[in-house]
């Protein structure tokens, strides 16, 4: 499987630039939709985490993925209603821009679109192999995130992005900065600057 197009960043940390303008979009097999992956650890069959973003053009039934937690949030469009059947049936309502739904991925879950296509960001961990933390930045700010590997992505305005006091990374919506800290201290100090939302996620491997 070809990997997404990147620009390897020169600085002091290990950055990849992963433009949105270069995602490739791969059709799902029901033709409801499509999907751009932006990151994965491993083969697609048996990742480790995989983080993606999708165009959702008609209602239907979501694939199943067994052991695996779920991140979905909306990032354009009027929404979507997510229903799960099943021994913990509930609603999952996307209805404004970067509403969040965390979901099991084996779940029996039905899509239903509120008013046409969206496009959303979906982030997909393998529970007994890794572990995330997701969170949206709405402010700038100095913060400081320990993880083997951590995304960056911008889902709304643009950002000016510096680790470790390097250099300034520009980012515009769907733009991601990729950090990977395995060679290196596992901690790094993140500087974001800019207007809009970023989306950081943090990414461990689960030690055996």
């Known amino acids: 499987m070809s990997r997404t197009p990147a620009q390897q960043v020169e600085d002091a940390a290990p950055l990849t630039l992963l433009r949105g303008a270069d995602l490739v979009a791969s059709p ?3 033709g409801g939709g499509v999907t751009r992956e932006i990151a994965i650890s ?24 067994e052991g695996v937690a779920r991140t979905l949030v909306l990032l354009e469009g009027a929404g979507m209603v997510l229903d799960e059947t099943g021994a913990h049936a509930r ?31 979906n982030l997909m961990v393998r529970r007994d192999v890794a ?9 700038a700010g100095l913060r400081d995130v320990e993880a083997e590997t951590v995304l960056l992505y911008c889902a709304l ?16 919506v769907g733009d991601t900065l990729r950090i990977d800290t395995k060679n290196t201290a596992r901690s790094v100090r993140i500087d974001a600057e800019g ?13 055996p």
């Open 157 to 172: 305005g643009v950002a000016n992005v510096s680790v470790n006091g390097g250099d300034r990374v520009a980012l515009a």
């Open 28 to 30: 799902w097999k029901n």
């Open 91 to 121: 609603t999952h309502s996307l209805e404004k821009v970067l509403d969040v739904a965390r979901f099991d991925g084996e779940a029996p879950i039905s899509a239903r679109l509120i008013d046409g296509p969206t496009r959303d960001f």
């Open 42 to 65: 491993g083969p697609l069959e048996a990742f480790a985490w995989r983080v993606s973003v999708a165009d959702v053009a008609q209602a239907g039934p979501f694939s199943r993925f």
């Open 131 to 139: 572990r995330a933390t997701f969170d949206v930045w709405r402010e």
């Open 195 to 207: 207007e809009g939302a970023l989306f950081a996620i943090a990414l461990e491997s689960i030690k």
